[in-house]
């Protein structure tokens, strides 16, 4: 039926879908996904764009992977003892602080100073890296 609707040496659209049980916060690698026929709206088409993504929510095999289901890699975790940079010119100060959140490279986080015991915003610049200030 659907090849009916093609017109000749037209492919038929294809959607990502999941190949197996994905919990929230997976790292998808290109194992865990496929292509299959199916138009969907809001899908994801390529295995290339959800390669490296972490899942948002739980997806189960066989359902289509829509943008908004799969975003950046945490690179910081919550309740994680983290690194907080201050940076200045030439000044560079560095203390132990926990995570109050998740975080994305480059996204905002919260952390409280173990030192000061006070909250701080900072970016996640890397696995357990946050720099504050500025």
Do not use: C, K, W
């Amino acid at each position: 039926m659907l090849a009916a609707l093609l017109l000749p040496g037209q492919l038929p659209a294809q959607v990502l879908v999941v190949n197996r049980t994905l919990p929230a916060q997976t790292v998808i690698g290109p194992q865990d996904v496929s292509l299959q026929d199916g138009d969907v709206p809001g899908a994801h088409r390529a295995v290339e764009d959800a390669v490296g993504l972490e899942t948002r929510v739980t997806l189960y095999p066989g359902r289509p992977v829509r943008l908004g289901d799969l975003g950046p890699a945490a690179v910081v975790e919550r309740n994680e003892i983290v690194t907080l940079r201050f940076r200045s010119g030439a000044l560079v100060i560095e203390t132990a602080g926990r995570a109050l959140d998740r975080a994305a490279l480059d996204r905002g986080v919260r952390v409280m100073n173990l030192g000061s015991r006070t909250t701080v915003t900072g970016t996640a610049r890397g696995p357990g890296l946050v720099e504050v200030g500025r």
